[in-house]
């Protein structure tokens, strides 16, 4: 399958041309618009003419090969015109049909299964079913199937959208333009990953796009991300199913199967991936970072502001999207007070006062001290632009800029409006000709700010880009024993108190001894998940016979509790003394594999919910920066003038986990260490439970 | 002062007026573009005529009294214009200058407490200084500095704002209708509660707007604030210093005190005030406010899109923004069955697919099926309007929910957008005229859902809508020792264990045995805050020996702490079990009174900041809804099959609190009792803290 067929075709065929309404007019008018007369032919075995361009009654009479059809026709029509395609030379197809697996009838996903099948027999390159097709603005090729106004869209922001109609609201925003715009529809053959992987490879694509319901194969979408990490080119992913509303409506729309919400994050955030929340947010992120004419050096941001009201805004929302504002220089204050008018002060967030914006020199001036200073990465002008201008002051700052940043070295600037508005054409274009994004309105502005600050503070190298997918399973999840589950997790360097399971009073009594005190005894059998309930635990036992005494009350309870329970006999441990009470647990998710979290123990992950996530493997660096993320590091950093804990060794934990984890990904369901103490020094796990899966 | 002579005045004279660029030119601009002729008259010494209308020398040549004058020239003129206006019967100004306090000098310090003066003593009604004036769109009156584009701007959203730039930019945006639009300036003699009230009780005002720095006199303010409450006229406030660096800007900006941020939360949500977060999220959620035609009567949203795409996008920003779906009744899903295409699911949020888009009848049946359904209260219409129509759909929309909303019982209906865009001027109108407001980009747009649904659900008969206003202290907060500040709390009805103060050894040995044990022994100083760390508290004291032996140990290292510490003996109490650690707290806000913080003791509070905040007084309810909006609620409410804990009586030790704070407001700074146990049964405050303030 060779989707530069698909995407990059010398020559088309559009089957089911028409002039009216409708999937093939439109597709037809379209390609009128994009391509050249001698790039596409038209074929309706009804029509001699369409618009005017001789129409061919079938593939087979057109007077060269092409390399690939776009198919305006009916599902039933599909199958066989693949079939003439291919033998005039066609390796790809756009299909628009629905009727497929999206209708979730049997028949429906029958229809897919034996498209899917008839694609890889010929091997074509299938765009949708289901989909409204793409337009390449390198190339200049459209199977488009919808029409937006008529503009100049030849940009660099490269999307691939599950969704048609999202798509094509992309396509209707005026702020927006492309190298490729693809609705990919059920992509059952040429799949997400695919095109992920392509566009990574584009070099006429800066910024990647998704509208992502789900993805079919993990390997290949790893693959891709992988390589858009190592490269540091930005993909920016909308990725529906976060509510548990959302993740029914995307099972039922194309028929994907989306993973656990959860693990998606972890595995954008190993991959810094920039998901958003929607599409709003994903086109203003993209077109930012396509506009900007270099990357921040550094995430911290300097406001400059025409009114105190417009600063205090920015000032509260930079806090809460977690934007960080510069520190501003002495040097810096001191040439801000002699340009600015004396009532102003020079802060960050600054209120440079309306007067400067009527002084083109005076604010190009300020702009310029602002972006001297040596702890600002990225200027934010707040600004409403209009529609309509009614105030000179938007000419005299566009002036400034143009000015400032013709030094190919001034720092990157956007512009943040505080009202929603279509921005007045002329104005953006001057701006973005200079690099100068102009975001969404406020909320969304700082939105962007803070997807485009965390974009640049990602570092590849501290992060492991492997992900374990493990093979597909078919057994069923059984839990082990606590001490075999010991045993396994304890062989990955987690220390556990001594622990020895004994099968006779005579053994208990001599082991006991051995072991010194104080013990704690409990049921050694995959079959007594809840041993304090059952009676099966005994706490604190200070001398043999206490010991041998515990022995016979367990068993005896344990018989009790349940009767035909598996029995290897009853667990000694010493007893530790208790620490800072955390958890790491792992759980195999089938398309990501094992994610591990961690998390305080006790009250902290059941009412506050404090937990990370990583998918396995992680790096030391990813593990430090899950317990980092915690809520409750505090506790381990040393709180209340306590010793601070030791958390090296907690994160060697995780790192040890998660290599178990890679290792066993295939034969293991979940892991559970609760808790594992932290002390001053050392750590030690007190209770574990492995569950496998074969 | 009459506000009425400001805000309504019968006649006008503008001072300084020009046809040139600039305020007098403006404000004369839209005097003639508003007004009618007969309201206004022009004066400037140096011209006989503006824009060809009569210009008088001075107001003393006017041939009537006016009510209000427009001063429009510099800072130095005004005090002398405005005792020229009070002859002329004026008993209202407006100022444009700046040069007043918000320059931060002392000369415009001054010069701004010689204005406030002037006024007092001339009873003038002053709007400023350092503001852009206001546009009266009931009677048409226009004392506005700048100038928009022409439309019809007439509505029922009354707004103020401190800053003229915002104020501006909400006359910019093209879906904002008027009642009033006031920038208030500095607002320093009519004050922003002077405004608030007007638009309280103004009957062409339906929905009240402010931008707001800080306000001057918090009595008037709650006043205002009630009665808007009691009414149910919605107030939504954008108010700037949520963050330090917020709070630092506003403050330099109009001279205004900002008083701790999160106390103006627990304000607002007493009075039900909508706090928003930037300019758009004012606007839009005063203009759905002011367009729909009935409120919800359930705060339960039903969503209805044309794509999968849109539908997810709804179900996941619903969720982040806590909006409640409705659950859709049996009844509800057959009959969208049978209107729906057959590959569609009757869900919520629901796809409708784009086909149903082009059927106004099938439409119009599908939206009035879901707004019958019991459960829903508010129908959201999920389709990017756009400024260009390039598709029908929204046209035959229009005509469906033009049928529906025929009917005056229809639920309201509003409609989420998903790309920022102007909407197009002919459909905004259609649907604004049957009450379906065009709401921001989808996330703004779930803010305003929950803004309003917030609103609906906002009951002011469960707030006590009082607040405990403090006199202006000068004294120093001095606290009082541990059994002092026990013996006032405790009169409140909060359960301490039995403390007795001993001043010798013979009276300590006698008491601990009258007492019984195990006791605890601290020293009792307002001297000595950090006991513990001072060597002097003694636990677990379980003879009267030990008691003794702790007594001369804990003065031994009282004096060796603190060599003239005021001692006032040993505290000696009985030791409690312990139970679910919780904490009261308050803090007198200089501005808005007692303020009474509670939640989880010990390391939730310090590490996971899980408070709730109210201001006293505390209804029952409020002291309610405070604790069931801490995450640690899970604890008290029963935790992992443990009794759930006495919450009744921790909401009586709240309520109890608050009686005390209100009743000490003007002679308390703050107290703290830390921890309070709560147990299955009743309550016991461990430690406390009363610093007082006279």
Redesign the interface.
Known sequence: MNINKLLKPKKIAIVGASDKEGFGGDTCRNAMAYMSDDKYYFINPRRDEVFGKKCYESIRDLPEKVDMVVICTPVHTVEAILREAHEKGAGAAVVFA?GYS????EE?VERERSLIETCRSLDMALMGPNCAGFINYSDMVSSFAF???ERDRKGRVGFV??????AL??M???KMKFSYAISSGNSSVVTMEDYLDFLVDDEDTKVIAM?L?GIKDTAPFVAALKKAALKKKPVVI?K???????Q???A???GSLSGTDKVYDALFRKFGVIRV?????L??TCMALSVMKRMPENPKVASMN????????C??????HGIE?ANFGKDTMKRLKEVLP??A?P???L?MT?TLSYDVDKYAEAVDIVMMDQDVGLVAIGY?L???I?DPAIKYMTESLEKVLEDPMAKPVVMIP?????RNAEYSERLEKIGVPVL?????AF?VLKNITGFIAYDASCHNLEVSIPEARKGEATPLSESESKNIIGSYGIPFPRTEVVKSLKQAHSLADDMGYPLVAKIDSPDIMHKSDAGCVMLNLKHADEVVDAYSEIIDNAVAYKKNAVINGVQLSTMVKSGIEMIIGVKNDPQLGPCIMCGLGG?FV???K?TALGLAPVSRIEAENMVDSL??V??LNG??GSEPADKDAFVDAIVNVSRLATEHMNSMSELDINPIFVYEEGICAVDALYVKNV
């Open positions: 629905s999206e209708v979730g009838t429906g029409i937006s106004e959208s599950q969704s048609g109609q999202l609201s992309m209707d925003s005026p509208y319901e909308l529906t199913g976060r509510s548990r509303k959302g029914e409506i995307a039922s729309h194309t929340d929607d599409l709003e947010e086109m203003s025409l009114s105190g009201g417009e600063t205090g805004i000032a509260d929302l930079g806090e809460l504002y004396s009532y002060s802060n960050n967030p209120d309306a409403t209009l529609q309509e009614a505080f009202t929603e508005n279509t969404p309105t406020s909320n969304y939105k009250v059941e009412v506050f404090d809520k409750g505090k506790l709180y209340r």
